[in-house]
């Protein structure tokens, strides 16, 4: 059987405050789950990979553009695919190519 290395006892306080600094940053609202997205001008579709996505998680969207805004009030745009690593928007096929989101992952 091999031999296990003797815990630091001085790395168990830098531990601790490695883990409190992020608690601290998600009681914030720091949590790391958010990023931007451009749908693609032209199709219907936008592949966002997105590795902090799974099957079960839910994807939230607020327009920076106000070809966004009227993208998201006409509609027209929804996830219609979540897999692990990406999620699919489904929306209207047109030539505006500013149409940029902030969004979230949950779960």
């Known amino acids: 059987m091999a031999r296990r290395a003797p815990v630091s006892w001085r790395s168990i306080p830098e531990h601790l405050r490695t883990l409190a600094s992020i ?4 009681l914030d609202g720091r949590q790391n789950n958010v990023g931007t997205v ?3 001008a032209a199709t219907a579709a936008t592949v966002v990979t997105e590795r902090r ?6 994807v939230t969207f607020m327009p920076t553009t106000g070809n966004a805004a009227a993208e ?3 509609g027209t745009m929804f996830v219609g695919t979540v897999t692990a690593g990406s999620y699919t928007i489904t929306h209207a096929s047109n030539a505006q190519a500013d149409r940029t989101f902030k969004y979230e992952v949950t779960g």
């Open 72 to 74: 998201l009030g006409n």
């Open 53 to 58: 996505c799974g099957i079960d998680s839910v």
């Open 38 to 40: 451009t749908l693609t």
């Open 23 to 26: 608690l601290n940053d998600v």
